[in-house]
T-cell receptor, first 115, second 111 residues
């Protein structure tokens, strides 16, 4: 069974440029998460989707970040314009459903470097 | 607020046991997790424990939970070089699967 697939694997851009990340969750998983992992830190939740609805985006910097999950499957996360401090690994995860005992499965992440 | 703390680094000899410690703050957390991250890879769920348990064993892994002190530990028996990775402790906060992660403990296994 394929796991969570993310692309691109690496992205290098100059500041003020836009960038987008794509995620394909495990088939049948209703809940999708975007996390950001800064160097030397644990991941921090940016946004959580239940099907196509964003149910927790309290940590998403809405002035420059946007996300969508059309049709409740794939998701894209966009930054426009990117800032130096956005350099991090962006991780996508999915779970079958939502609840404290639901296991999250993570993709390999997109490593973003903003120059 | 919610916070998870871990020691940053642990070095062990191959074949010895490793013990990675974690403290958390949210006493309402129902589940606590251990994830493993190898270089350039995403996080892999290793094991988890429900808050009404004090111990869980899964092959070489033993999780101990002291709910009174909000202390969680992961013991890896017979540590191998393939166990070298960063280990993250996480609590499920807020009544649903909103994971709060620690900064991770880097485990180095040497011959």
């Amino acid at each position: 069974e394929a796991g969570v697939v993310q692309s691109p694997r690496y992205k290098i851009i100059e500041k003020k440029q836009p960038v987008a990340f794509w995620c394909n969750p495990i088939s049948g998983h209703n809940t999708l998460y975007w996390y950001r992992q800064n160097l030397g830190q644990g991941p921090e939740l940016l946004i959580r989707y239940e099907n196509e609805e964003a149910v927790d985006d309290s940590q998403l910097p809405k002035d420059r970040f946007s996300a969508e999950r059309l049709k409740g499957v794939d998701s894209t996360l966009k930054i426009q314009p990117a800032e130096l401090g956005d350099s991090a690994v962006y991780l996508c995860a999915s779970s079958l459903d939502v609840g404290p005992n639901e296991k999250l499965f993570f993709g390999s992440g997109t490593q973003l470097s903003v120059l | 607020g919610e916070d998870v703390e871990q020691s940053l680094f642990l070095s062990v000899r191959e074949g010895d046991s490793s013990v990675i410690n974690c403290t958390y703050t949210d006493s309402s957390s129902t589940y606590l997790y251990w994830y493993k991250q190898e270089p350039g890879a995403g996080l892999q769920l290793l094991t988890y424990i429900f808050s009404n348990m004090d111990m869980k064993q899964d092959q070489r892994l033993t999780v101990l939970l002291n709910k009174k002190d909000k202390h969680l530990s992961l013991r890896i028996a017979d540590t191998q070089t393939g166990d070298s990775a960063i280990y993250f402790c996480a609590e499920a906060a807020g009544g649903y699967n909103k994971l709060i992660f620690g900064a991770g403990t880097r485990l180095a296994v040497h011959p």
